[in-house]
Nanobody, 124 residues
Framework: QVSLVEDGGGLVQAGDSLRLSCTAS????????MGWFRQAPGKEREFVVG????????NYADSVKGRFTISRDNHKNTVYLQMNSLKPEDTAVYYC?????????????????WGPGTQVTVSS
């Protein structure tokens, strides 16, 4: 089992940037797919981006494509989510997740381990 902890959330204005981090302990990410999801109040958890640690392939949701970027630091066992040009509709709790497979699923049920989440609030 992988233990995940997110960091970097906060309150920003529309157009600002934030960088979230997700650090794993217990195992390395080398054979995992890492995902970022988000959940706004009253809404279902939504896929944001997935990253195959072994191949480097990335899959972004259309709603964040061109604004968000996922990256990694192998030495720190950490993935980052750089979020630029933030919009009020990006407001949500953001969760990091890990899946022990090689395919980037976009549904949360396919992910095995989850962090506790970090709040991102974008004011207009």
């Amino acid at each position: 089992q992988v233990s995940l902890v997110e960091d970097g959330g906060g309150l920003v204005q529309a157009g600002d940037s934030l960088r979230l981090s997700c650090t794993a302990s217990g195992r390395t990410f080398s054979n995992y797919v890492m995902g970022w999801f988000r959940q706004a109040p009253g809404k279902e958890r939504e896929f944001v981006v997935g990253f195959n640690w072994r191949t480097g392939f990335r899959n972004y949701a259309d709603s964040v494509k061109g604004r968000f970027t996922i990256s990694r630091d192998n030495h720190k066992n950490t993935v980052y989510l750089q979020m630029n040009s933030l919009k009020p509709e990006d407001t949500a709790v953001y969760y990091c997740a890990a899946a022990r497979n090689d395919y980037i699923y976009t549904i949360s049920a396919r992910y095995d381990d989850w962090g506790p989440g970090t709040q991102v609030t974008v004011s207009s």
